[in-house]
């Protein structure tokens, strides 16, 4: 601990965006950056405590009181090395993750946490800058060949972890670039695809096989994969949406989220959509239906599109400003966040469920018929759901974008080829080495774990990739 008053002298610093009518006009990064000696102070902010709760909350484990002391002392070089000891991507995580390790930070008690996420994000940032982050590729090599299905942030952590053991290591992805959801799903503004293609040049010069517009159970089936590899991971996400269930839902005008972020990045991509399949807010009146990250996602990129209005539905109740009784510290704060998508316009509207689309003449939508609904507590302590007498409303759109989550793995070719096992929700089911009930094929990441976070499919990919290791060993 380098400071033992620094979390008395210094204040928490947070990040500052860019100002919401100038972020509007374009898909680059909404924050600013930060200068060194903010980013040194709040190093300094760390108590260094005896039990490290902020580390303890981290998926990958990484240590944090650690680094928050290296930079404290200007030694980016080593806090990188720490840093990277127990995470690949911390410029993947020190831009999009919740930060669990935050809300579990003991200075949250009686102050505010120490800004690790910032702090992460400058460590690799400098890294990147310095040239210290070099392609690391194997000494020795074992003979054995790995395939992995997808190439989000589950396949390439496991990928390269693999492949730094010895393995020959060949990627599969069905999309025409890299990246899984960090690619096609997150939007440009946060988090600039650049960041992925220059970690994609470490990953291909340390050795690592891509091979895109690659749809395994399509264009190659799961058993040769299986004869042509000693082991399969299979890090395909969990791209299964969960669908609107409601009369008018055949109506047109009306889409995933997933379909509609995915052309936006396109287009950042510099590729053309065809007319006829452009999915566009501009002029638009939109509804989000679905409050979480992907709802906020599509809220950003309606408002950058040019929408009219957006409005956004959620089903839950809006969270507590502070945490509730039932939410104690070191769990994760279930409070009101305003994600910058929300800080740029639209409106959010909690406890409301859609009863009806209403289209016009053509089959378009044209409103959406909605009710407010109360949340109560039952008497076995689980949340019920009742609408409220005569709350029913009308609300015109012209473009609807369903964001209500994810209910598991695409059942149909890999898995069905594969016949793994399912867990009943949706995801494939895992034993504690993370084989699935096929012998040599695994799973990680949302495959695996359902949806989830960035910094849990990085530490999924990681945990396979071990446990590949210790079954490649033994084979
Ligand atoms: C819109 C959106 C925004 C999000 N924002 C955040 C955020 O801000 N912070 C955060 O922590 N998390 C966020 N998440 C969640 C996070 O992106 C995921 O948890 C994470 O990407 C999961 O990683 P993964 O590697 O398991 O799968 P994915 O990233 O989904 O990658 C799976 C890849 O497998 C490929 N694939 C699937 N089947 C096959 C096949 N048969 N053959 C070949 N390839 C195949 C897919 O094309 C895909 O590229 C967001 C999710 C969404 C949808
Ligand atoms: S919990 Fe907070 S103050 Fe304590 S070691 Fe972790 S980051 Fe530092």
């Not at 194997?138 to 942030?153: C, N, Q």
Request: aromatic letters at 6%.
């Amino acid at each position: 601990m380098g400071d033992v008053e620094g979390f008395l002298k210094y204040g928490r610093a947070e990040l500052h965006g860019r100002p919401v009518a100038e972020r509007l006009a374009d898909y680059q990064e909404v924050y600013e950056p930060v200068d060194e000696q903010t980013v040194v102070q709040q190093g300094a902010r760390c108590m260094d405590c005896g039990i490290p709760y902020c580390h303890v909350a981290c998926p990958l484990g990484n240590y944090i009181p650690g680094f928050n002391d290296l930079v404290y002392e200007g030694d980016w070089e080593n806090a990188l090395t720490l840093l990277h000891r127990d995470n690949n991507f911390p410029e993947f995580t020190g831009h999009l993750c919740p930060a669990l390790c935050e809300g579990a930070c003991s200075l949250s008690l009686s102050f505010e946490p120490v800004t690790i996420k910032m702090i992460e994000l400058q460590i690799i940032e400098r890294g990147f800058a310095d040239g210290r982050v070099r392609p690391q590729p194997p000494r020795t090599l074992t003979g054995k060949r790995v395939a992995i299905v997808g190439s989000g942030p589950a396949g390439l952590a496991a990928a390269q972890q693999l492949r730094r053991q010895g393995h020959e290591v060949e990627v599969f992805e069905r999309a025409d670039r890299i990246g899984g959801l960090l690619r096609y799903g997150i939007p440009e503004f946060k988090l600039e695809k650049k960041i992925v293609d220059r970690r994609l040049e470490q990953l291909v010069a340390e050795g690592i096989i891509f091979h895109t517009g690659v749809e395994v159970g399509t264009d190659i089936s799961a058993d040769d994969l299986c004869r042509d590899f000693d082991a399969v991971l299979l890090a395909g996400g969990a791209r299964k949406p969960r669908d609107l269930v409601a009369e008018g839902r055949e109506l047109s005008g009306i889409y995933f989220a997933m379909d509609f972020l995915t052309q936006q990045n396109q287009r950042c991509e510099g590729d053309v959509v065809p007319p006829d399949d452009a999915i566009s807010a501009e002029g638009k009146r939109v509804i989000v239906i679905g409050g979480g990250d992907t709802g906020a996602d599509c809220v950003g990129t309606s408002l950058r599109q040019g929408a009219l209005q957006v409005t956004s539905f959620e089903l839950l109740p809006q969270p507590p400003l502070k945490r509730a009784k039932d939410n104690p510290w070191p769990e994760w704060p279930r409070v009101f966040r305003t994600p910058s998508s929300h800080e740029e316009g639209g409106e959010r509207i909690y406890s409301v469920q859609t009863k009806r689309l209403i289209g016009d003449e053509r089959g378009r939508v044209v409103a959406i018929e909605a009710v407010k609904v109360n949340w109560q507590r039952d008497a076995q302590g689980r949340m019920r759901m009742e609408e409220v007498p005569d709350s029913n409303f009308t609300m015109p759109c012209d473009l609807v974008l369903l964001a209500m989550g994810f209910t598991g793995a695409e059942r149909n070719g890999m898995i069905e080829q594969l016949g793994v096992d399912l867990t009943p929700g949706g995801t494939v089911a895992t034993n504690t080495s993370k084989m699935t009930s096929r012998p040599g094929v695994f799973a990680a990441g949302d495959m695996s774990r359902g949806q989830s976070l960035i910094v849990w499919a990085i530490a999924e990919g990681r945990e396979a990739a071990k446990r590949i290791g210790e079954y490649l060993a033994k084979a």
